[in-house]
């Protein structure tokens, strides 16, 4: 038995798949998004988990897309609760996840699904994106979390069944440590899925400059259509080739290579700073003399 999954075998009668939905069936499922309590993908994606336990969903009151991992730590948060077990939050997509993990809801979720971004999330976008980071705290919470993406144009229904298969697979196999796992669904009927790696945005396009009707300038960030280094095995690559693209993120972002690597930038800073340390102090400034 996985680290996370309760210590019981599920019933060994059902077909696998009925197996979980009976297992589950009193788990919480936390569903969040980034694009707010009205995108039309927040509720496929809480339809979808329906079928695997009890699902909450507690979600941005607004739109929060690109807001990376933010936490409100300076004004209250407040939940409003609009159905059954449906809130929307004064606060970020991270700020629901922790509320509802660390008390808000009446139980411990067993997952936390966020999405189905309005859009997809892959390669360096990942450190953007509000969806990624909703996972990106629910597993630094200790919570198995999926973030679900589809390309723009894209059949959320579609999304919501592979949404609900990685599910399953999670809810029964578990992750390892300090993994989540992002889920890009393409533009058109999937031809399968594959499991990645993320790929690199080329940063080819330049803020845009505008001038306002009084001839002041001011800038766009994000312009232009986004460009990838064509690497194979990529999240990107598998979008690209109409693949389900499923990408496995660690959060130990410590580079184990470069610290390896490093370990004689180390002695010599190190020396540099004992050095720096041990001369005698540079004399105080001398103290203008008063006239008269
Ligand atoms: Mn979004």
């Not at 969806?131 to 999926?146: C, D, H, R, Y």
Request: with cysteine; glycine share 12%.
């Amino acid at each position: 038995m996985k680290e996370g999954l309760p210590a019981v075998e599920p019933p060994e009668c059902l077909p696998p798949n009925e197996c979980v939905v009976a297992f589950f069936r009193m788990a919480l499922i936390l569903v969040t998004n980034d694009d707010g309590v009205h995108a039309p993908g927040l509720a496929a994606l809480a339809d979808a988990m329906e079928p695997l336990g009890e699902v909450w969903v507690v979600a941005p009151e607004r739109e929060q897309s690109a807001c990376g991992h933010a936490l409100t730590l300076h004004r209250p948060l407040r939940p409003h609760r609009w159905s059954e077990r449906r809130f929307a939050v004064n606060g970020t997509p991270s700020d629901c996840v922790n509320l509802c993990v660390l008390g808000f809801l009446p139980e411990r979720p067993v997952l936390v699904a966020a999405g189905i971004n309005h859009g997809s999330n892959l390669g360096d976008d990942v450190t953007y994106s509000g969806t990624v980071s909703a996972a990106m705290e629910g597993t630094l919470l200790g919570v198995p979390s999926i973030a679900v993406s589809l390309v723009d144009g894209g059949d959320v229904a579609t999304a919501g069944r592979v949404a609900r298969l990685v599910a399953m697979r999670v809810l029964v196999e578990g992750l390892p440590p300090k993994t989540l796992l992002n889920v890009n669904v393409p533009g058109e009927a999937p031809r399968g899925i594959r499991f990645t790696r993320l790929g690199h945005r080329i940063y080819g396009g330049k803020v845009v400059e505008q001038a306002d009707p009084r001839g002041r300038p001011h800038y766009w960030l994000g312009g232009g259509p986004p460009e990838w280094e064509a690497l194979d095995g990529t999240d990107m690559g598998a979008v690209h080739d109409g693949f389900v693209a499923v990408t496995p993120l660690h959060l130990d972002l410590t580079n184990h290579r470069a610290l390896a690597l490093m370990g004689d930038w180390g002695s010599a800073l190190d020396g540099q700073l004992r050095r720096d340390s041990s001369r005698p102090a540079s004399p105080p400034a001398r103290k203008r003399a008063r006239k008269g």
